[in-house]
């Protein structure tokens, strides 16, 4: 049994590692727009990376400067396919001497393999991380929680160690917690005392989507270049760094101009919305002018949801499924759009 489980979870019957619901998802909703909530982050997972040479291997396979990620520091980044197209996204974090790499917990046995395959005589090694779990805390009043718990927290995209828990710091007030799973069911009842509202994992996809951080799943794998879904606005590609699987289109992407995709905050009036699902603008004669790459409930009725669509398209508007299905209406991201 998980160690969320015990708590009071209730997962998806054909996804384990999604967490539906801990009893009211609207009280949840309601909880992260005006509180704070918490959540088993058991959708994603780790790979370890540990060897002296982890960070130049590394540094030739994602889209991000692993060089420039001190100790303690986490960043965004990539790994695409030769044509440019991402095959992962992730969280990259420095936990003592080693790195670990956050992603989406279904295509984690693939990526693992397919990166593992390249590290030949390197001196790293990848492996499955088993026994550290991650608990999400967002909204509001996240910060004073913590801070009444840990004293002092971490600036954006950097962490702290407080015995065996790091606590990193995110954007648009949001934190996550890696522990020793054994830890967890403990850390978790500290944060509940504290105020914290436990919530299901729509709850914090629905903090990434208003963060504006893409997260590529089964059903998006290889849809997009990284420019496409805004991964340079968040840091998560470095044009300056040598060679890595992608690089010359990438490259080839950003500096001729050719971008004619990005990836928008929206909501609709549907509760149907889900990763890899297509939108339609009138003009573009029956095809599919994008994807939604991410979708979780709004506390304010439909879904919100991020969607990479053709840039011309917005001036038509955008519609869920069909032509004529439900429109999507543009929300604003936490950051500027070039």
């Known amino acids: 049994m998980t160690w969320y489980a015990t708590l009071g979870a209730l997962c998806a019957a054909d996804q384990p590692h999604v967490i539906t619901t801990f009893g009211d998802a609207n009280a949840e909703l309601q909880a992260y727009q005006q509180g704070c909530t918490i959540t088993p982050l058991s959708h994603f997972g780790l790979i370890r990376f540990q060897g002296e040479e982890t960070q130049p291997f590394l540094q030739g396979q994602l889209s991000s400067d692993i060089r420039a990620l001190p100790a303690g520091g986490v960043q965004y980044s990539s790994y695409s396919t030769p044509k440019g197209r991402m095959q992962a996204t992730f969280m990259v974090i420095r936990h003592g001497d080693e790195y670990l790499l956050q992603l989406d917990q ?3 046995p693939a990526l693992q393999k397919r990166l593992s395959m390249f590290i030949l ?4 090694k990848a492996s499955t991380v088993e026994e550290l779990g991650q608990i999400g805390v967002a909204g509001p009043h996240a910060q004073a929680i913590l801070n009444g718990l840990f004293g002092t927290l971490p600036t954006t995209f950097s962490s702290a160690m407080h015995g065996d828990v790091q606590l990193i710091a995110l954007e648009n007030q949001r934190y996550q917690l890696l522990a020793p799973t054994s830890a967890l069911p403990a850390l978790w009842e ?16 629905l903090s990434e989507i208003q963060a504006g951080v893409p997260w590529v799943t089964a059903a998006t794998q290889e849809e997009f270049v990284p420019q496409m879904a805004n991964l340079e606005l968040i840091g998560g590609i470095s044009f300056t760094k040598g060679c890595y699987p992608g690089q010359e289109i990438v490259a080839r992407t950003q500096y001729l101009g050719k971008l004619k995709r990005r990836m928008f905050r929206m909501q609709v009036a549907s509760d149907i919305a889900t990763s890899g699902m ?20 709004s506390p304010t009725g439909g879904m919100e949801v991020l969607v990479v669509a053709q840039i011309a398209s917005l001036e038509h508007g955008l519609h869920l499924g069909a032509v004529d299905g439900p429109a999507l209406h543009n929300l604003p991201l936490p950051y500027a759009m070039n």
């Not at 005589?121 to 790293?124: D, Y």
């Not at 005392?193 to 996809?205: F, K, N, R």
């Open 106 to 108: 279904a295509i984690l």
């Open 278 to 297: 297509d939108v339609f603008s009138s003009e573009m004669n029956g095809q599919a002018s994008g994807k939604i790459m991410l979708a979780a409930p």
């Open 121 to 124: 005589r390197s001196k790293t």
């Open 190 to 205: 500290q944060l509940r005392a504290a105020g914290a509202t436990p919530a299901g994992t729509a709850v914090w996809t």
